[in-house]
């Protein structure tokens, strides 16, 4: 059986620039060179041939292919990178169909979203220096801003209002208004 590295190559479009562009009269059309230079390398990592011959890779195996554009700090697009296939489940109900939009996808995305930032939060604590963890010159010290996110992230994960209860050393006088309500 013939590897996947032999099916990518057919891919790629061959055909002649200067007829293309001839035709369509973009020979001097700056859009058209901005578009072709960033398809050189689209993920900012690999060139056009490993780019697409690992996406071809991840729909033969996992018949999922995923891209995630990475956008610039000034919002406009830096690259387009790929999700590893095997790290998508695929959602199906009890007839063993995709399960209609909203709930399940904004499941899967909220999901990975707080597992993302949680994991930022651990390595911005295991990296944070001791003199900046207690350092008050900020309006609250790094320990604060972490603990705030903690316990927020907590509150937030349970099902309602009611089910939440805080950590037990968590001292807050408004946490303690709001109980005996």
């Known amino acids: 059986m013939p590897g996947v590295d032999s099916v990518a190559p057919s891919f790629q479009i061959n055909r002649p620039r200067r007829k293309v562009e001839a035709k369509h009269?973009?020979?001097?059309?700056?859009?058209?060179?901005?578009?072709?230079?960033?398809?050189?390398?689209?993920?900012?990592?690999?060139d056009w041939p490993q780019w697409?011959?690992?996406?071809?890779?991840?729909?033969?195996?996992?018949?999922?292919?995923?891209?995630?554009?990475?956008?610039?700090?000034?919002?406009g697009l830096y690259a387009?990178?790929?999700?590893?296939?095997?790290?998508?489940?695929p959602l199906v109900d009890a007839w063993g169909r995709r399960p209609t939009d909203p709930d399940p996808a904004f499941k899967q995305i909220l999901k990975s979203q707080y597992?993302?930032?949680?994991?930022?939060?651990?390595?911005?604590?295991?990296?944070?220096?001791?003199e900046l963890w207690y350092d008050a010159t900020p309006t609250n010290a790094f320990w604060q801003v972490a603990y705030h996110t903690m316990f927020f992230a907590h509150f937030y994960l349970q099902p309602n209002e009611a089910a939440f209860r805080p950590w037990q050393e968590h001292r807050s006088p408004e946490l303690s208004r709001s109980e005996t309500r």
């Open 25 to 46: 009269g973009a020979a001097d059309d700056p859009a058209i060179a901005t578009i072709t230079e960033f398809l050189e390398s689209p993920d900012q990592v690999n």
């Open 52 to 75: 697409i011959g690992a996406i071809t890779d991840q729909l033969f195996i996992y018949d999922a292919v995923s891209i995630a554009p990475r956008l610039t700090r000034g919002g």
């Open 80 to 89: 387009l990178e790929q999700i590893d296939g095997a790290t998508i489940t």
């Open 115 to 130: 597992h993302a930032a949680l994991a930022m939060l651990r390595n911005a604590v295991a990296k944070c220096p001791d």
